[in-house]
Every structure is written in C-alpha cells, then in structure tokens.
C-alpha cells in the first residue's frame, strides 16, 4: 500500500520519480551487458567483495548476479518504484541474499558503520546532492572498509568540457533520470574524505565515437581507519 502522509489526500511521492528514464534504462541496461561489454565491467567492479555490501542506486539490478559468493549480504538501495520492482526480480535470482529497500542516497535507511563495501555503479552522475550522498556512504561504511565505483563524469578536451556542462544546464538531466555529465566523481570521493585506491580511466564504448557520457572511471576507495590509514 503506498505511503500517506497524515491528513493528506494523495500517496507520497518517491523521492525519485522517474518513470520514462526507468522504462528507458531497464532495456537499454540489458543491452549494454553485452554491446557496451557492462557485465565485463561489472565484473571487474564487484570481483573480491566480501561481508555486508550495499549497494547505491542499484537501478534494475543488473549487479547482483555479479556478486562473489563470499559476499554474506547485500542491502540494494533503489528509490526509483519501477526499476526497484525489476531489482527484487533480479534479487530473487541472485547467488548471494539481496535485500532491495526503497531510500536515496542522501538519507540512507540504514545503520552507521554497518558495512564492509559499499557499490556505486553509474549513479553518482543522477544524486541530487553528492556531498551529502557521499557523507552518508561513509556514514555507513565501517573504518577501513571500501567503496567500488563505476562512474562516468568530466573528461575530454575544452569542447567536451563546454558541450556537457551546456548539456547539464539544458536538456540533459530531464531526459536521463537526473543525469549529469561533467561531475568528477574521483574529486568529490578525496572531498568526502575518502582515500582513492587503484582506479582506472576508460572510454564506454571503447571503440566507436566518443559521446559525452563515455568518459568513466572504475575503481576503489576507502574509509580511513579511525586515526590512521585505510585498512
Ligand atoms: C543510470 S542508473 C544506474 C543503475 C545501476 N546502479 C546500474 O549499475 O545499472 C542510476 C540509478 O540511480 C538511481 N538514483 C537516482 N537518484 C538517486 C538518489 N538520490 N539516491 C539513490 N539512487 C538514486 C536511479 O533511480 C537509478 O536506478
């Protein structure tokens, strides 16, 4: 039954609505795990995890038939209504226990310091306030635990530069869920406080034209240690 607030007459809005992006995204998703080479990617992003994971923004829920079985549980955040309904059909399927909880980034429904990992694939482009998402994510992460990220954001040259910012005050964001395009996810990770380990630039697609959205970075950070270094 969907949420009413005291007195009023409609249900609650979701904090995130979406509903053409989510029809969009939850085909074009599936055609990405193997024209844009995703699942590879997914692979990549996941590989190693283990203990309590959340997962940020898990959209349809195309990384959870990724997980590694040492992975004791995942807690997959999707604030979206349509694509968290494919998520818990993908959660049904998955090798390792994944519980999808409606919530946003910016206000986590969860513990502190709860967790080992925490994942973003692909959404800190679409937070309303990325300070404030990422204060959350370390809120939940234990010291010493780690983020993985796959992130798309700011690169090329000046007039790449110029089109995607032009592009984030116009037409984008309301086309693509809340997207944006010249955020520098790696500059607000080490802002948040967090300490970059090994991540890599690359280009999505790899071959082909090099569209505003094909500048990524895949990697790992971490929550130092309480008075000291990541673990
Ligand atoms: C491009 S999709 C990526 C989905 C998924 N992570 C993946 O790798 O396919 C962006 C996702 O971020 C979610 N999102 C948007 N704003 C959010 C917020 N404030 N907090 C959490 N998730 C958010 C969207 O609902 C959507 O599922």
């Not at 590694?68 to 399927?93: D, F, K, S």
Request: charged share 25%.
């Amino acid at each position: 039954m969907p949420l009413r607030s005291p007195g009023a007459a409609r249900p609650l809005r979701d904090p995130v609505h979406h509903p053409l992006f989510a029809r969009y995204y939850a085909r074009a998703s599936v055609a990405a795990e193997t024209r844009l080479g995703m699942r590879a990617i997914r692979d990549r992003l996941l590989s190693g995890l283990s203990g309590r994971v959340i997962e940020i923004g898990a959209g349809n829920g195309l990384n959870f038939a990724r997980y590694p079985r040492t992975v004791a549980e995942v807690v997959a955040i999707e604030p979206e209504r349509r694509l968290r309904q494919l998520a818990v059909e993908n959660a049904l399927r998955a090798d390792v226990p994944v519980d999808v909880v409606p919530g946003a980034a910016e206000a986590l429904p969860v513990k502190s310091e709860a967790f080992d990992a925490v994942v973003v694939s692909l959404v800190l482009c679409s937070v309303r306030d990325v300070p404030r998402a990422l204060a959350e994510i370390r809120r939940v992460l234990r010291p010493g635990g780690v983020v993985r990220f796959f992130e798309h954001g700011r690169g090329g040259g000046a007039a790449m530069h110029f089109t995607q910012r032009a592009l984030d005050r116009t037409l984008w964001p309301p086309l693509s869920g809340g997207c944006h395009l010249a955020r520098d996810p790696i500059a607000a990770l080490r802002e948040a406080g967090f300490e970059l380990g090994p991540y890599r630039r690359l280009l999505m697609p790899e071959t082909g034209p090099t569209l505003p959205t094909s500048y990524c970075v895949l990697g790992t950070a971490w929550r130092p240690e309480r008075g000291g270094t990541a673990a």
